[in-house]
């Protein structure tokens, strides 16, 4: 009997929301973590990224797991997530993607992750990407409920609409994204944007302290990105992220507009020279995903523009997860007063609760 679904396959996508469907839908918490595509046919177990990359070199643990608690043959979709302090915590799951073994060995222990299954591709010799969602739910609930597969996590559900807005509300404590929405009688459709996501989104008002030029013009002609700045208690200014995706147009005007901004002495920029202090987060830093870049230009911290995010990572001074989008200048804003504490933290939630699918009472922060 052979599987009938192999790696690579592009997972089914979702369009953002500003609102919940009509309709019959199903849905579901939208978990914060890497998109994963498991196959399993017999001693063979792949883990494929979004990408179609394998991801078992990097999650050994996940893949000893599911070897104990899947069926012979079957193909998932889900999310490989990681939780600490009753939280999931997406920058100990990046730094999981790691080039030596010993260190993904050791992180395997200290951070393992785990595998969320929210959809079911394939069971046995059966393919079942036509069949229609509500049947292959029910079929991945029976499979979840029986045997060595009872312990596989499967993600909650729910079809009423009051429900999912509640877990919209509440789960974000538990660092949950927002709410995903599929069809319950639409197929499994690879690589097409057929879901529907509802993701938190808040504003904040950042001083203007760089900029990049965008990559395809000659330098100084056309801007890419603003780079965001936010004042700690101790007023110093921390790098938080970027707002981009200008039109050709806007780019332009931005050059000109922000040329008098330019500094050109280092002293004259808290991000230059020996002007950083211990802790401060700065623009163009090293890490395993890139080598130091400070390919930026200093502007003077004097502009605020109002930018939306829709959530922050990282231990304190936190930055924005994502490139936060434009939404307009603040001419009456003082720069001084952007600071941190204007940013929203989400009431802290119990992580076992969103498992279970249950509405507990709130933490305190």
Known sequence: MALPLKSPIEPMLAST?????????????????????????GDEIILQSRTGRPLNRYFPEVVRRLAEVLPEQIVLDGELVVARGGRLDFDALGERIHPADSRVRMLAEATPAEFLAFDLLALGSRDLLGAPLHERRELLI????????????????????DTAMTWFDLFEGAGLDGIVCKLLDGAYTP???TMIKLKHERTADCVVAGLRWHAKTEPGTSVGSLLLGLYDERRTLHHVGVVGAFTAAVRRSLADDLADLRVTDADEHPWLGDRPVDGQRLPGGESRWRKANTDWVALRPERVVEVAYDHTEGAQPARFRHTARFRRWRPDRDPASCRYDQLDEPVRYDLAAVLAGEVRPQASR
């Open 17 to 41: 929301a500003a609102e919940l469907p009509a309709g019959d839908w199903l849905f579901e918490p939208k978990w914060d973590g890497f998109r994963c595509v498991v196959f399993r046919d």
């Open 191 to 193: 690589g097409r944007r």
């Open 142 to 161: 029976e499979l979840g409920s029986t045997g060595q597969a009872a312990r596989l996590r499967v993600t909650p559900a729910t079809t009423d609409p």
